[in-house]
C-alpha cells in the first residue's frame, strides 16, 4: 500500500512551484453529489408531508379496546353525563378512567351474561386492571390539566369530538402543539357557560342566543381567562 | 497559608472572604478563575474536554434526529383503572400520610407525600414536637434510599463451606421460613440457649415490648446491642450522678445562657430539629437587644460552633479540663485542673459569669464523646446554677433500659469465639463495618461448627457477606412500626407502599422468632392499646392520621441534687488525638449508597462524596501539609500501631493539637454509589475508644487526593460580583444576607443594623390535609 501511495503521489513539477491536482477517486464526486441531491430533495418534502399528515398527528387513531365499549349507547343514547363515569374531571389533570366497579353498579343485572363483557367481570371478581389503551397521549413533557379547562369553559367536545356519535373512541382532533394555541390565542372561540361543558350537541346561536363571538368574549371576562401572554407562554403547558 | 489578606481586593471589598485561598488570594485561585468555568473539570482521563464532548453530543443528536425519531413509533399507553377504587383518592392527585422516621433510637414525626401510590417527597410533621414541620437531609433523602436498586431483593444464602469467593444463591421466602421456622421451633424448645440477637438500639414501643417477651420466653438466649456512636458515657455519668439513667429535656427557647462542651446540640443530636427551632426562638428578640448567647467549647467544627457568640476551639481532653475547671469554680470538686491555659481561662471566667448571671435561665450541654466524668459534672454544674428548674427536664431514658440488661459487642465477640452460639440473628446494623476493632465478630460457620448468622438487612452489605443468611428489611416507607421521639411522644408509622422487594419489618422479623405472625399492623396497634387502655377505634384513627399521640411524652422526674465525686480531676494532656465525629450526609455508614447525600456538600467543610481528616491550619502549617495531601494516622492498637490513610482538609477553627475524621466512609461494599468513597477509620474505632483516640500520629505521604470542594465555587468576578455586593453590602452597609452596624447605632436604633434591605418574605403555609380513614371528614384526605 505504501509503495503504491508514494507512486500516486502527483510529481513535482521542475520548476519547484506546486499546483493542486484531484485525485483520481474525485471523479466518483459528481455522481455522488447528483445522489445526495436527489436524496435531499425527496427527503425534505417528504419529511414535512410525513410531519404534517393525519397519519403523525393520529387523527382518527382507533385503537381496539379490550372491550367494545360503545360510547354512543351510553352518552349517546342513554344520556349518561360524562362525569358520571370520569368523575375526577373538574377536580384533577387526570380525567379518571372509572375503577371497574363503575361498570359493574349496572352491569351486574344489565347485560350481565353478556360474552362482551367478560374482561369487566373477571377484572371485578379477581381485582386485576382492565387495560384500556390511550386513545388521546400527550407526550409527558406536556402537562395537560382537564380541570382547568373544564372549569374554565371548555366543554368536552371540544377537544375530544361528539364522543357521543362515536362506536368506539377515535381521536378526532390533532392535539398538535399549533392546535392547542390555536385555542390558547383565541380562547373566545371555543368557551361555553360552565353549565354546559359535557352537552354534546352545544350550539351557541340556537341555544344561548347569540354568536359564538359574541358570547365567548362575554365568558372570557367573566370567567376571568388569563391574558395571551400567560395562556401562550412556554410554562403554561411546559413545566 | 500566608498573611496576605491586606493586598487582596475580593477580601477588602466587604472585609468577608469564603476561603483561606480567597483571604490569601493564592494564586490557584486566580489561575482557577481565569479557566471558563471554574470547579468543572471536564478533561477526563482520555483527554475528551467540554467542547469535545459539546461537538460529539451534538453530532450524535443530529444524527439521531435525522434518523431515529423519525422510525419511532408513538408508544402504545395503557391506562389500567383500579377494579375497586380506594375510598379517597383520585388518579393523580398526591396524598400526605404522617410517618416517622427512626435514627438512633429516636423517631421524628414526618408527612410522606405519595402520588398514585408512590411515596415521593418527605417533609416534617407540623404536629411533631421532635420536628416541628422540618425534617433534615438524612429524612429527605430516604425516599431515594427507598428506591434503591441495591437494596437488597431477595434472600440469599452464602454456603458457609464455600468461602468468600462464592456466590450467594438466591432463596425465596417459604425456604428462608422452613429453615428459619424450624430452628425457632428448635430453639423456644430449649428456651432460646445457643440463639444470640444483635440489634441496633430502638426506642420503638413494639420493639421494646416484643424484647422484653422476648426476654421472658427465652431466658437462655443472649440479646446484645450495639451503635457506633454509643451513648453509653451519657448513661454512665447520669448513673453516677443520680444511681438511674436520665434523658435531659433542654429547652433552649427559655435558656438566656447556653454553653456547649463538645456537644452539637443544633448539628447531631438526635433532637436537632427541635433544638435549633427552640435556639432560634430565643434570638428572634435580637431587636430588643434581648438575644440568648450560645457558649461553644470544642475540639472540631460542628455546626452549633459555626453558629456561636463566643466559642473556644481546644483538643478533646482539654474540653473535660474546661468543664472541670467550671465545676472547681463552683466549689463542685476539690482539684483546679493545672493545664488550664490563658487563653481557656479568659474563655470559662466570661462563660462563668454569665452563667452566674442568668442563674436559672442558663443550660450546659456535654456531647456524648466525653466521659462520664465529665457528664456528671455537668449535671452537678446545672444543679449548683438552679437549671433543671426551667431549662432542663429530665425523664428516664428508655434505650438505656436495653443497654442495662444485654451485653455489648464485646460480650458477644467473646460469645462467638466460644462456639455456644448457635444462631445468631443480626437485626439491621452493620457490625462488621462500624464495629470496633478489637471485638471482631467470627461469623464463619467453620469445620465442625454448628451456627448459623442471619442478616436481616436493607443492604446486602459488609455483615451480610460474612452472614449464611442475607435476608431483605423492608424500608421504613414499606411497614408498619413506631417509635418515641426525644421528648417521648407516642409517634407511628404506617407503610405507604407494599415492600418493593418483599423485605419484612424488624419488629415482624422479631415476631417470627418468637412464633407470632408478621403483621406489622397488629403488632403496633396491640402496644398502642396496652400503652392507652382507654383508647377507642377513634384515638387510633386520630393517632394514625395525626402520626402521634398527643401529650404522651415522657413522664418528667425530678432527680434531686446529683452526686459529685469531689476528687475527680479531669487534667490529663496527651498527644494529638483523633475524633471520629457522626457525618451528616453518611451518619455511621448507612446512607453511603444515597447519591443525593454523597452528592450534598458537608455543611462546613462544602466537602461532597468524600470525607477528609479536618485539621487545624497552624497544625497543618506545623506538618507541613497543603489541602488534600494524604495522611497516614497510626494509633496504638494490639502489639503494633494501626494505621489508616486519609486525605487532609484544612479547617480554619479546628482545635490545635487534634485532628477530626468523620466516620461512615471507605465502604468496601457500599454499593456503587457508595463503595469506596472517602476514607474508612476502621482499626482506629476500638470499643475503649467509640469517639475519640488518643495518640495518635499523623504522617505525611507523599500522595495527592482531589478534594471536591464547593466552597469557593461561583466567585468568578465578572459574574458574582454584583450578587456579591448585594449580598454582603458595602463595608458598613447592610446587605441583603449580611447586616452589620455599630453597636452605638444599634443601641440608638434598633432598625439600623437592616438598613434598605429586606428579608426574603417566608410566606407560612397552610397545613398540608392528611390522608384520613374516618367517614365524617369528607374532604380532609385531600392535598391542597
Redesign the interface.
Known amino acids: 500500500m505504501d509503495r503504491e501511495d508514494q507512486g500516486d503521489r502527483p510529481d513535482t513539477p521542475e520548476d519547484g512551484a506546486s499546483w493542486f491536482r484531484f485525485p483520481p477517486w474525485a471523479n466518483y464526486l459528481v455522481p455522488a453529489g447528483v445522489l445526495l441531491a436527489i436524496g435531499v430533495l425527496t427527503y425534505i418534502p417528504l419529511l414535512l408531508s410525513l410531519a404534517l399528515s393525519p397519519v403523525t398527528t393520529d387523527v382518527g387513531y382507533q385503537p381496539k379496546q379490550p372491550v367494545p365499549f360503545s360510547h354512543k349507547v351510553h352518552a349517546g343514547d342513554l344520556k349518561i353525563d360524562c362525569r358520571y363515569c370520569h368523575s375526577t374531571v373538574e377536580q384533577t389533570a387526570f380525567a379518571a378512567v372509572p375503577p371497574t366497579q363503575t361498570c359493574m353498579n349496572c352491569h351486574a343485572a344489565i347485560k350481565a351474561e353478556s360474552p362482551l363483557l367478560e374482561p369487566v367481570r373477571s377484572s371485578y371478581t379477581d381485582g386485576t386492571a382492565v387495560a384500556w389503551v390511550k386513545v388521546h397521549d400527550l407526550p409527558d413533557f406536556v402537562y395537560f390539566n382537564h380541570s382547568a379547562h373544564i372549569n374554565q369553559g371548555i366543554g368536552c367536545a371540544t377537544c375530544h369530538g361528539r364522543i357521543d356519535q362515536m362506536e368506539e373512541v377515535w381521536q378526532s382532533q390533532p392535539v398538535s402543539m399549533g392546535w392547542c394555541l390555536n385555542c390558547h390565542r383565541a380562547p373566545e372561540q371555543h368557551l361555553r357557560p360552565r353549565d354546559q361543558i359535557t352537552r354534546m350537541d352545544w350550539d351557541p346561536l340556537a341555544m344561548a342566543g347569540r354568536a359564538q363571538s359574541e358570547l365567548g368574549s362575554a365568558l372570557k371576562t367573566s370567567l376571568h381567562i388569563q391574558s395571551m401572554e400567560t395562556m401562550t407562554s412556554c410554562t403554561t403547558c411546559h413545566r | 497559608m500566608s498573611q496576605v489578606a491586606a493586598e487582596n481586593d475580593a477580601a477588602d471589598r466587604s472585609g468577608w472572604w469564603r476561603g483561606l485561598e480567597e483571604l490569601a488570594s493564592a494564586p490557584e485561585v486566580k489561575a482557577w478563575l481565569e479557566k471558563e468555568y471554574p470547579g468543572v473539570a471536564w478533561r477526563g482521563r482520555d483527554g475528551t474536554d467540554r467542547r469535545d464532548f459539546l461537538r460529539l453530543m451534538a453530532a450524535s443528536l443530529a444524527l439521531g434526529g435525522f434518523t431515529l425519531t423519525?422510525c419511532r413509533r408513538?408508544?402504545?399507553?395503557?391506562?389500567?383503572?383500579?377494579?375497586?377504587?380506594p375510598e379517597g383518592t383520585?388518579?393523580?392527585?398526591p396524598l400526605h400520610y404522617a410517618t416517622m422516621f427512626e435514627l438512633d433510637g429516636v423517631a421524628t414525626g414526618l408527612l410522606a407525600k405519595s402520588y398514585d401510590g408512590r411515596p415521593v417527597k418527605i417533609e416534617g410533621n407540623p404536629l411533631h414536637p421532635g420536628s416541628l414541620g422540618a425534617a433534615d437531609a438524612l429524612m429527605q433523602a430516604s425516599v431515594l434510599e427507598l428506591y434503591d436498586p441495591e437494596r437488597s431483593r431477595a434472600v440469599l444464602w452464602r454456603d458457609p463451606a464455600g468461602g468468600p469467593a462464592l456466590q450467594p444463591s438466591e432463596k425465596s421466602w417459604p425456604e428462608f421460613d422452613l429453615f428459619f421456622g424450624a430452628r425457632c421451633r428448635k430453639l423456644r424448645e430449649r428456651q432460646g440457649a445457643g440463639l444470640a440477637v444483635l440489634a441496633q438500639p430502638s426506642g420503638s414501643p413494639t420493639w421494646q415490648r416484643l424484647r422484653e417477651e422476648f426476654q421472658v420466653s427465652l431466658p437462655k438466649a443472649c440479646w446484645f446491642e450495639y451503635q457506633p456512636f454509643t451513648h453509653s458515657s451519657e448513661y454512665e455519668g447520669s448513673r453516677s450522678a443520680w444511681g438511674r439513667v436520665l434523658r435531659p429535656q433542654y429547652r433552649l427557647d427559655k435558656a438566656s445562657v447556653i454553653a456547649a462542651f463538645d456537644a452539637d446540640p443544633l448539628g447531631t443530636h438526635p433532637a436537632r430539629l427541635r433544638l435549633a427551632r427552640d435556639w432560634a426562638a430565643g434570638r428572634h428578640n435580637v431587636d430588643q437587644g434581648t438575644c440568648n448567647r450560645l457558649y461553644v467549647v470544642e475540639p472540631g467544627f460542628t455546626i452549633t460552633g459555626s453558629v456561636a457568640d463566643c466559642r473556644l476551639a481546644v483538643a478533646p481532653s482539654a474540653v473535660a479540663r474546661c468543664v472541670g475547671w467550671l465545676a472547681a469554680r463552683w466549689g463542685l470538686i476539690d482539684g483546679v485542673p493545672a493545664s488550664i491555659t490563658a487563653r481557656e481561662h479568659q474563655f470559662l471566667e466570661r462563660l462563668a459569669n454569665d452563667l452566674e448571671a442568668a442563674r436559672g435561665a442558663g443550660v450546659v450541654l456535654a456531647g456524648p464523646a466525653q466521659s462520664a466524668e465529665v457528664h456528671q459534672l455537668v449535671h452537678a454544674i446545672n444543679h449548683r446554677l438552679g437549671n433543671p428548674a426551667t431549662t432542663i427536664g429530665y425523664s428516664e431514658e428508655p434505650l438505656a433500659a436495653a443497654s442495662g440488661n444485654s451485653g455489648s459487642i464485646t460480650g458477644l465477640s467473646r460469645l462467638l469465639e466460644g462456639n455456644v452460639v448457635t444462631t445468631l440473628v443480626v437485626v439491621g446494623g452493620n457490625p462488621v463495618f462500624d464495629g470496633p476493632a478489637d471485638a471482631p465478630l467470627r461469623l464463619g460457620a467453620g469445620a465442625g461448627r454448628e451456627f448459623a448468622a442471619i442478616h436481616l438487612s436493607l443492604h446486602d452489605n459488609e455483615t451480610s457477606h460474612e452472614c449464611e443468611w442475607s435476608v431483605p428489611a423492608a424500608h421504613f416507607l414499606e411497614c408498619w412500626g413506631d417509635g418515641r421521639g426525644w421528648d417521648g411522644t407516642h409517634t407511628l408509622q404506617q407503610p405507604l407502599i407494599q415492600p418493593l422487594f418483599g423485605g419484612r419489618s424488624q419488629i415482624g422479623f422479631l415476631a417470627g422468632i418468637l412464633g407470632r405472625g408478621p403483621d406489622g399492623r397488629d403488632l403496633v396497634r396491640t402496644t398502642f392499646n396496652r400503652l392507652f387502655p382507654a383508647a377507642q377505634d377513634a384515638d387510633w384513627d386520630k393517632a394514625l392520621h395525626d402520626g402521634l399521640v398527643a401529650d404522651s411524652q415522657f413522664a418528667q422526674v425530678d432527680p434531686g441534687a446529683p452526686k459529685v465525686n469531689r476528687a475527680v480531676l479531669l487534667d490529663e494532656t496527651g498527644g494529638r488525638e483523633l475524633r471520629l465525629a457522626i457525618d451528616h450526609k453518611v451518619h455511621d455508614g448507612r446512607f453511603a449508597n444515597n447519591a443525593w447525600l454523597q452528592e450534598l456538600p458537608d455543611p462546613l467543610t462544602k466537602l461532597a462524596w468524600d470525607n477528609a481528616v479536618m485539621i487545624s491550619p497552624a497544625d497543618a502549617g506545623a506538618l507541613g501539609l497543603q489541602q488534600g495531601q494524604v495522611v497516614r494516622l497510626s494509633a496504638a492498637g494490639g502489639e503494633s500501631r494501626v494505621l489508616v490513610e486519609a486525605a487532609v482538609y484544612i479547617l480554619p477553627g479546628h482545635a490545635d493539637g487534634c485532628v477530626t475524621l468523620p466516620a461512615g466512609y471507605g465502604r468496601k461494599l457500599g454499593g456503587h454509589v457508595g463503595a469506596g468513597v472517602g476514607f474508612g477509620c476502621g482499626p482506629l474505632r476500638t470499643t475503649a475508644n467509640p469517639w475519640t483516640v488518643a495518640d495518635v500520629i499523623v504522617e505525611k505521604t507523599g500522595r495527592h487526593y482531589p478534594l471536591a470542594i464547593t466552597q469557593m465555587h461561583h466567585i468568578a468576578p465578572s459574574i458574582a460580583d454584583v450578587a456579591l455586593d448585594r449580598r454582603l453590602g458595602k463595608k458598613g452597609e447592610p446587605g441583603l444576607l449580611v447586616h452589620e452596624a455599630l453597636f452605638s447605632e444599634f443601641q440608638h436604633d434598633s432598625h439600623a443594623v437592616h438598613g434598605h434591605a429586606r428579608m426574603p418574605c417566608i410566606r407560612r403555609r397552610s397545613l398540608t390535609r392528611l390522608w384520613c380513614p374516618r367517614h365524617d371528614t369528607a374532604g380532609a384526605w385531600?392535598s391542597t
Not at chain 2, 408513538?74 to 391506562?79: A, S, T
Not at chain 2, 383520585?90 to 392527585?93: D, H, L, Q
Open positions: 423519525g408513538w408508544p402504545r399507553e395503557e391506562i389500567r383503572p383500579h377494579a375497586a377504587q383520585a388518579p393523580g392527585v385531600r
